[in-house]
């Protein structure tokens, strides 16, 4: 499978303030998480398992690949 470049969060470049919590929430909710805007370990592994169901290397990194994915 394809790896990614390690990043412990999504990237957001040069966003409004909270926009990381709201890009959070939007993979949240894509991975069926609790949508509270928190990057924890209940979040990296819904998306490790969500990684694994769509072909992806289960690490639990929202990456490029990750997120051309999941649409984001």
């Known amino acids: 499978m394809p790896s990614e470049q390690p990043h412990p969060m999504p990237q957001m470049g040069n966003a409004p303030a909270g926009a990381e919590d709201d890009e959070v ?3 949240q909710r894509i991975v069926g998480a609790k949508a509270d805007g928190a990057f924890g370990p209940a979040t990296t592994l819904a998306v490790k398992k969500w990684q694994f169901l769509h ?3 289960p690490d639990g990194i929202v990456g490029p690949l990750t997120r051309a994915k999941m649409g984001l």
């Open 55 to 57: 072909n992806l290397e």
């Open 25 to 27: 929430r939007a993979i």
